[in-house]
């Protein structure tokens, strides 16, 4: 099994140098790329106690490294909007990261609706039933609501 890249390499056990592990694993953890908060108690605290955790923590926000969670939340939103998710699954996303939601925009969901049909259904003018069915379900499974997925089938077909 590969070794984690911010994995520390031996645990000691002093205080002080289990807190300037912890920061110099959290610092590492930073440079690679951006973390919410939850996300590195969650890592570190594979490794280091409850204490030393919240210690390096501290000392970053302290010292500004980690950034604010709407920003995080806007950055890691927009990487999602990119690989064309719906609000549903990046809301989801984002709340398992600790990140607070994104205002949904409809005009926007609508058109990546309509992209992601264009991709998988290409010209196609009558689809079956099945076929709306099975178009229902995919776009549901990238994380589009009900009423966007509707409109954007009933203006495609």
């Known amino acids: 099994m590969r070794k984690k890249p911010w994995a520390p390499k031996k645990l000691d056990s002093s205080k002080s140098s289990k807190s300037d592990k912890a920061y110099n694993s959290l610092v590492r953890m ?3 790329r951006d973390h919410s908060v939850l996300e590195l108690k969650n890592k570190l605290t594979q490794w280091y106690t409850d204490e030393a955790v919240r210690d390096a923590i501290q000392r970053a926000q302290d010292r500004e490294y980690i950034k604010e969670p709407e920003f995080l ?15 549903y699954y990046i809301n989801n996303a984002l709340k398992k990261k600790g990140l607070p939601p994104l205002p949904t925009d409809p005009d926007r969901e609508l058109s990546k609706c309509r992209e992601l049909l264009q991709k998988k259904y290409g010209d196609q003018e009558n689809l079956t039933t099945p076929l709306r069915v099975k178009a229902f379900r995919y ?3 990238r994380g589009f609501d009900s009423e966007t997925i509707n409109k954007a089938i009933h203006n495609k077909f």
């Open 30 to 32: 930073l440079y690679r």
């Open 73 to 87: 939340s806007k950055q890691f939103g927009e990487a999602l909007h990119r690989k064309e998710k719906g609000i």
């Open 139 to 141: 776009l549901t499974s």
